[in-house]
């Protein structure tokens, strides 16, 4: 590879792994905010684990490209 070429991979995989850490901060923002508005005593495990399971799947996408 060219250094050129090398450049441009690094650049496009720190562009990558900037986008999915910023992804993953505003997905649990998001599910912080949902389980804080519920009220009440929605601090268990269920509770949290059934709040937490609909971002599994990018947050496991984004460990894989930052690894």
């Known amino acids: 590879m060219t250094q050129n070429t090398k450049k441009w991979v690094r650049r496009g995989h720190f ?6 850490l910023l992804v ?3 997905c649990l923002m998001v599910q912080c905010v ?7 005593n929605p601090f ?6 059934a709040h937490f399971a609909p971002i599994a799947l990018p947050i496991w996408i984004s460990v894989g490209v930052v690894a």
Do not use: N, Q
Not at 15 to 20: E, G, R, Y
Not at 44 to 49: G, H, K, L, M, P
């Open 24 to 26: 993953i901060a505003v």
């Open 34 to 40: 949902a389980i804080y508005r519920l009220g009440g």
């Open 44 to 49: 268990t495990r269920e509770s949290i684990a």
């Open 15 to 20: 562009a990558l792994v900037t986008v999915a």
